[in-house]
């Protein structure tokens, strides 16, 4: 079993998740008053099949809700992850998602 965390790094704008110490990929952001766009997503091929970038979208997710700021999912994985979990439907600034 790995040990895996999601830390959020400000100075580098992303959420960042770790396996076992080693950087398994991040989801890259932009910070505005009360609000946050998340711009890319990368799981290193490594780890890809482990269920890492949901793992990280979730974490990233529950942050922005912690701290009160409304999500702009312009990443294409953010806002999959969000249109197939509704539970973070609340979270969605107003036509930021994009059907396709």
Do not use: K, W
Request: charge should be neutral; charged fraction near 20%; proline fraction near 7%.
């Amino acid at each position: 079993m790995s040990d895996i965390r999601v830390q959020d790094n400000p100075e580098r704008h992303r959420f960042e998740i770790y396996v076992d110490g080693v950087l398994g990929g991040y989801s890259a952001y932009e910070l505005t008053p009360g609000q946050i766009l998340f711009t890319h997503t990368h799981i290193d091929p490594t780890f890809e099949g482990r269920g890492l970038g949901s793992r990280l979208a979730a974490a990233a997710l529950d942050t922005a809700r912690q701290r009160g700021l409304t999500v702009v999912p312009r990443c294409p994985f953010i806002a999959s992850y969000i249109q197939s979990h509704p539970e973070y439907r609340d979270l969605v600034a107003p036509g930021s998602i994009r059907r396709a």
